[in-house]
């Protein structure tokens, strides 16, 4: 085999990763036998042609990979000559200095700030293999750190992502994850946070390591952007960071985040890598995982780790290692607590919702109804004496989850549903049972009740009993009857005494029958003695007492609204009428602030099964939404809006007097607001009372409240969404509440009025016009908003981005499926018409810009002619009046786009700049009577939100205009230009004839010059010519 040049040996590594051995034994042969000198001159000139390649091409890949493998082997032979002026920077595991290893990063860092993208890639990217290649003992100087460091911090403010991606890697060795002050920490923490790029970000992502100061920007990313970021973050979480380094909030927040999030590979890294990395910590035990964890206060996120790991294991497995329960099928009660109460009712029902094939393996786990009830007994009984805050929260959560395990139980058994009945009545008695239990009760005696008047009338009992319990008490006599009563005792006793004495006489004297009368007398006595000891007895007697305590109430009244909330009731029952009356209208009087806010949800809930009464309930939750407490207020105005969502705003219409009294002491913001509605606008007096009430409910979005001003947004969105509030001004006041930056914080409000918008104006283009209306008012207002006014810092350039999309009519649900090129737009016809009357009203306003950038933004109708002449010759007035150069300028290309338009429709080409004429006798292409016609009938039309807003200057003499003419031959008739168009032309000339450059008709002259493949030095740009890319990786013997 003939011996290989060091040409060859480059050609060769090319081919294939199993040619890297062989090729690296050769090289490393040749570099022993060669002057340092000579090799690295021959060396740098071939590797420069891999070096000035900017695409991932598998050959340059393969070049750099062996290159990085051959500088940094530790077995790389020493040349037969040194050159004495490189210093030693890098030595090995030994001690040893690597003088090719050292001049190759002299050279990179040299030339790592090239002009070329692909040197700056590359230098990176042989440094960053260079540092990884070095054994794990190998020793930088320090001044060739700080060189390293100081250049890939430049690279890494690079224009180019990948070259900034590679410099991260290129350090990632040289962090120092112990040191507070790291500088290359201090860069990754800010590429990480700051760069646009997410290649760059999961880089840093990938290569930093986890400490308690980068932890917490770690967290951040797994609320990235990017899914492949989040996706990164989840795994460096999984393979980095312990668990016990978290803290339970930490923990949380991931298993919440990942699977929670939209994507599937971020779900499946947060579930297989995260989820079974801190499984196996715990041994795989998943009770301990949940300890880990605040059950408590986390019941969803826990619920959803424990669904996730459930679907990655067998349920026979899950079964056998469920190993807490007795022979009853029931847990110890020493190891009942909050983590394996949940877990036992979460494999319970996991095993349920696979169907009948597992019913088998249910029967093995689920206990028996009547053992489960004397369970339940048991666990109440053992915990009643309880006074620890933390202990009651901890018993409360546990019977939470023993109530939700009910569901999995089958009630057919008559002995055993009664026990349950028995067992959920008495916990609803129980003083000790808070309110919190009281939704987890009453859906399982709906499961065991079979009616719903059954259950009401069961329920009404109940809380009889609730509130007026059985006492026993004792009757004591007083001391002057108690002195009677033992007197008289003390006489039976002495007339007993002398009666015996006197029948034994008898008996002796044989005097039997004497002796027998004696004997019934003793009896006599006897008794009555008995009964005056028994009258001396305190005497027992049964009372009802009513309690009136605050927590009695509240639980009373939650017991009413959790029943209204879940039965399906469809009248107010005479039962539910009492309940009303005794105790909903009393706890609105209670001074209790919980309890008022409980009776205004069960009087709203008891509304919408009558509509009779809310016209006698509805002004006094209006009165309770304005007067009360924050908590009452925000509940008594969801409760309005959800009888106004039921039962439309005219629900008031016979009882004005009240709405009148209540509009008094509401302030009125919308005394020019004028409420259009669904209903005939003839009837004045309806339309006036709904327009009061609306009045009252807008009114809140101006509140200084959070909740108030949510509330009434999100109930005033939900009715014109629904159809029942048609208003183009409240919809503006909430375009304005949704961009106002006092709202910033309100995430709840920017994500309901951001999912509102877009929902109502594509459902329909009656929505859309009202959208249109609210368009220039919202424009306007924040236009005009004082400086000192929150309003003025919004950009109005992204609000018109977004008005302009919603009122576009082609995005409409009903046009989805349809192709929506050539179909009119009549919303963007609307805006534009409005938009130019605008500017021709007011040319010089701050504004000007916003109105023509809307103006370019907009896809007009391109089959109506009759709209598009209009806006030509609106187009015509704009330019007449703005003297703005940009605003002309953004003009001028809104007229050429109409122009182009009308072009498609006629096949006539229109001009309307100022001076043109319009149809001389040879053109007869345009009537001057149209156009007479046309700037009449844009003269004569106000601006009005029933029409489309036109010119609003008086109509002006008509000029002729230049048309080209369509025929059998398309002949171009010359446009008559106007004297500013001509002086423009003039100029332009001369300045042509001004410049010196030229263009040729072959094209613009190039001086080239011959270079070699790579020209790197300081003053020169890093490039390389088109014959040496074409001689990249086959050099010619010439150039050798």
């Not at 009303?580 to 602030?593: A, H, K």
Request: hydrophobic share 40%; net charge negative.
């Amino acid at each position: 085999m003939p011996e290989l040049s060091m040409k060859d040996i480059f050609n060769q590594c090319q081919k294939g990763l199993q040619h890297h051995n062989k090729m690296l034994k050769l090289i490393r042969t040749m570099y022993a036998s060669m002057e340092f000198d000579v090799f690295w001159k021959e060396f740098l000139h071939l590797l420069k042609f891999s070096m000035v390649v900017y695409k991932r091409e598998v050959a340059v890949e393969r070049t750099i990979e062996f290159v990085c493998k051959f500088i940094s082997s530790p077995d790389v032979p020493k040349p037969v000559s040194q050159s004495t002026d490189t210093e030693t920077t890098v030595t090995d595991e030994e001690g040893e200095d690597n003088i090719l290893l050292n001049q190759t990063i002299e050279f990179l860092l040299e030339y790592h700030s090239a002009t070329d993208r692909a040197v700056r890639f590359r230098c990176c990217q042989m440094i960053n293999k260079l540092l990884n290649n070095l054994s794990q003992n190998a020793v930088i100087d320090d001044e060739l750190y700080d060189r390293i460091y100081n250049c890939m911090l430049e690279r890494m403010r690079d224009k180019v992502h990948v070259v900034r991606k590679h410099a991260v890697l290129a350090i990632s060795r040289l962090q120092d994850p112990t040191d507070d002050n790291c500088p290359v920490i201090k860069a990754y923490l800010y590429l990480m946070t700051r760069d646009p790029n997410p290649d760059v970000r999961r880089a840093v992502l990938g290569v930093m390591a986890p400490s308690t100061k980068t932890l917490p920007f770690i967290l951040e990313r797994i609320r990235d952007v990017n899914e492949s970021v989040r996706q990164v973050a989840f795994c460096v979480l999984a393979e980095k960071a312990h668990i016990k380094c978290l803290s339970i909030a930490q923990r949380l927040q991931i298993l919440q985040d990942g699977l929670n999030d939209r994507t599937a590979a971020v779900k499946d890294a947060c579930s297989k890598k995260v989820l079974q990395t801190w499984l196996r910590i715990f041994g795989g035990n998943i009770l301990e995982l949940l300890k880990s964890l605040d059950v408590e206060n986390s019941t969803e996120t826990c619920e959803q780790v424990l669904d996730t790991m459930f679907k990655q294991s067998q349920v026979a497995d899950l079964v056998a290692n469920f190993n807490l329960l007795d022979e009853n099928y029931l847990v110890t009660m020493s190891e009942l607590s909050c983590e394996s109460a949940m877990y036992w009712r979460a494999l319970l029902m996991y095993v349920e919702s696979l169907g009948k094939d597992f019913e088998e393996v249910l029967e093995n786990i689920l206990p028996n109804c009547l053992m489960y009830a004397s369970y339940l007994r048991k666990y109440l009984e053992d915990n009643k004496d309880s006074d620890d805050v933390e202990k009651q929260l901890e018993i409360e959560f546990v019977l939470q989850q023993l109530l939700m395990l009910i569901d999995s139980m089958d009630l057919a058994d008559e002995a055993g549903r009664k026990a349950l009945e028995k067992i959920l009545h008495d916990m609803l008695v129980n003083d000790q049972i808070g309110c919190d239990l009281v939704k987890h009760i009453l859906p399982r005696l709906q499961a065991i009740k079979t009616t719903s008047d059954a259950l009401v009338n069961y329920l009404a009992e109940t809380i009889s009993e609730i509130r007026e319990p059985i006492t026993v008490i004792e009757k004591g006599l007083g001391k002057d009857q108690q002195r009677q009563i033992d007197l008289k005792i003390a006489g039976i006793r002495v007339k007993v005494i002398q009666l015996r004495d006197e029948m034994d006489e008898c008996v002796q004297k044989q005097e039997f029958a004497r002796a027998a009368e004696l004997k019934s007398s003793i009896s006599e006595l006897d008794a009555e003695k008995s009964q005056l000891f028994d009258s001396a007895q305190p005497q027992t007697e049964e009372i009802r007492n009513e309690k009136n305590d605050p927590a009695t109430l509240l639980k009373c009244l939650t017991i009413i609204s959790e029943m209204l909330k879940l039965l399906p009731l469809k009248t107010l029952s005479p039962t539910l009428q009492m309940m009303l009356e005794s105790q909903i209208l009393p706890g609105i009087q209670s001074e209790d602030e919980s309890v008022r806010n409980e009776a205004v949800t069960s009087l709203a809930l008891c509304c919408h099964l009558k509509q009779d009464i809310v016209l006698l309930y509805l002004p006094l939750l209006m009165q309770i939404s304005q007067v009360d407490t924050e908590e009452v207020r925000t509940s008594a105005l969801k409760c309005l809006f959800d009888l106004v969502h039921m039962y439309g705003i005219n629900i008031l219409k016979d009882n004005e007097k009240n709405i009148d009294s209540t509009v008094d002491s509401t302030i009125d913001i919308f005394d020019d607001t004028t409420i259009e509605t669904t209903t005939d606008k003839q009837q004045d007096e309806p339309v006036n009372i709904a327009a009061k009430l609306i009045a009252i409910l807008s009114s809140f979005l101006d509140s200084e409240s959070v909740e108030l001003r949510t509330v009434a947004a999100e109930g005033l969105a939900k009715l014109m969404l629904s159809g029942r509030l048609v208003s183009s001004k409240i919809l503006s006041h909430l375009l304005l509440l949704w961009c106002n930056p006092v709202t910033e914080d309100d995430h709840h409000l920017r994500q309901c009025l951001g999912a509102f918008f877009p929902i109502f104006s594509f459902a329909a283009r009656c929505n859309q016009e009202l959208t249109e209306e609210a368009f220039m008012l919202t424009l306007k207002t924040l236009m005009n908003a004082p400086t000192s006014s929150p309003l003025s810092d919004v950009d109005l350039t992204k609000v018109s981005d977004i008005l302009v999309q919603l009122v576009n009519t082609r995005r409409l649900v009903l046009h989805q499926n349809t192709d929506t090129s050539k179909m009119d737009n009549p919303g963007h016809d609307n805006v534009c018409i409005k938009v130019c009357n605008e500017v021709i009203s007011n040319p010089d306003t701050f504004n000007l810009k916003l109105w023509t950038r809307i103006l370019n933004q907009l896809d007009l109708s391109s089959d109506n002619e009759s709209n598009l002449k209009a806006v030509a010759v609106l187009c015509e007035q704009m330019l007449e009046v703005v003297k703005d150069k940009l605003c002309v300028k953004s003009i001028k290309k809104f007229e050429e786009s109409v122009e182009e338009l009308l072009k498609k429709i006629t096949g006539v080409e229109t001009c309307h700049s100022p001076g043109s004429s319009v149809g001389d006798k040879d053109g007869g292409a345009c009537n001057i009577d149209d156009v007479d016609n046309l700037s009449q009938t844009l003269a004569e039309t106000s601006i009005s939100p029933e029409q489309p807003a036109t010119a609003t200057k008086k109509p002006r003499k008509p000029r002729a205009k230049s048309v080209k003419t369509p025929g059998p031959n398309l002949l171009t008739v010359p446009s008559v230009q106007s004297k500013s168009t001509t002086k423009r032309n003039a100029k332009k000339a001369e300045r042509d004839q001004e410049n010196p450059i030229t263009e040729a008709a072959g094209g613009k002259s190039k001086v080239t010059k011959n270079l070699e493949p790579l020209l790197l030095d300081n003053n020169s740009p890093v490039r390389s010519s088109r014959s040496s890319r074409s001689a990249l990786f086959e050099v010619s013997n010439s150039e050798m």
